[in-house]
């Protein structure tokens, strides 16, 4: 079992370098698959309410045979609950499907700047941290601007920014900008999923350099750039492969090379912050 690092949050609190993926994983079929990554090390699961699993999550921790408080435990509020009560119903939900009486980090899943209800729905995670159920609070799909415009109403910095980031579309200036927030960048979809560049020279050539698979140097850039990687598989040898990452370093070469695959069009979806809708 691979012993994965951690990141310090503005908070104080910390994360796991790799977190795990649950999105899709449901029913006992779910549940097994999160067992097993747990098995294999990884001690943080990512969900969120529109994923429709925080129950299976829930399950699989408190069989694990591990303590709640070894396993942190992520989930999202979605853009139907960004009004300030709603915000709080949609924890206190979270709370009850999973069977916890805290969250480790709760972040608001998407923005909806049309709506424009969301830093209603993040003074309402400032206040449910206060309260002792949400250890860190975060966002996901954030631009720099809707960063600015929370922490200015409310002098609270958000401790994550779960944003898309893999080698097609590697954010270099949502990274920065994160950065220069001190606010932690995670990475959903770290590998690009069906458009997974395993095959591109770039990172044939550093998995053959290194002796790793294509889709460890994806994720081994990841950390190098400073992200947190939350990779998906239900397959139990490519979990244990994805947190393998701590062996072996790139060159810096190596990591402007898998940068440079950048495209233009490099988004998964139309998921530009400033127009997708999520509710």
Partial sequence: MSTVDTYELNDGNALPMVGFGTVSLVGD???AVMRTALENGYRLLDSAVNYGNEEEVGKAVRTSGLAREDVLIATKIPGRSHEY???VESVEGS???IGSDYLDLCLIHWPNPSVGRYPEAWRALVDLRERGLVRSIGVSNFTEEHLRTVIDDTGVVPAVNQIELHPYFPQAAMREADARLGIRTQSWSPLGKHRAPFAEEPVARAAAA???TPAQVVLRWQLQLGALPIPKSADARRQRENIDLFGFELT????DAISGLARDDGRLFGGDPNVHEEM
């Avoid at 810096?252 to 990591?255: L, M």
């Fill in 29 to 31: 079929d779910g549940v």
């Fill in 85 to 87: 009560a709603k915000a």
């Fill in 95 to 97: 709370l009850r499907r």
């Fill in 210 to 212: 290194h002796g790793v």
């Fill in 252 to 255: 810096a070469s190596e990591v």
